[in-house]
């Protein structure tokens, strides 16, 4: 069974920068494409980035494209989202999911996934 465990959230101001982890239990690491969605009250969950198992082609969401980045250290089984210029409207809770060999944008193509860790922006 995969393990996804996340970390890194809290409280940070407009402008500013917080590095989300995502720690996985899943062997070899490097078969999985891992990805970031966000989820606010009421709404669906939402793609944020996503990146191979090998760590190539990062894809971003428009709306974080430019001030954030996804990256992997496979040695380590971490993935990690390095969030900047954080504006309010990134506020919501942050998951981490994992998918065999192919990326994906759609929530649902996604088996395994984190408990969240939560990020406020305040203005």
Not at 21 to 36: D, I, K, Q, T
Not at 62 to 84: E, P, Q
Not at 85 to 104: G, H, N, Q, V
Request: charge should be positive.
């Amino acid at each position: 069974q995969v393990q996804l465990k996340e970390s890194g959230g809290g409280l940070v101001q407009d402008g500013g920068s917080l590095r989300l982890s995502c720690e996985a239990s899943v062997r070899p690491f490097n078969n999985y494409a891992m990805a970031w969605f966000r989820q606010t009250p009421g709404k669906e969950r939402e793609f944020v980035a996503s990146v191979r198992g090998n760590g190539a082609t990062p894809d971003y969401a428009d709306s974080v494209k430019g001030r954030f980045a996804i990256s992997r250290v496979n040695a380590g089984n971490t993935m990690y989202l390095h969030m900047n210029s954080l504006k309010p409207e990134d506020t919501a809770r942050y998951y981490c999911a994992a998918r065999f060999l192919s990326p994906s944008k759609v929530a649902s193509a996604y088996l395994n996934w984190g408990q969240g860790t939560q990020v406020t922006v305040t203005s």
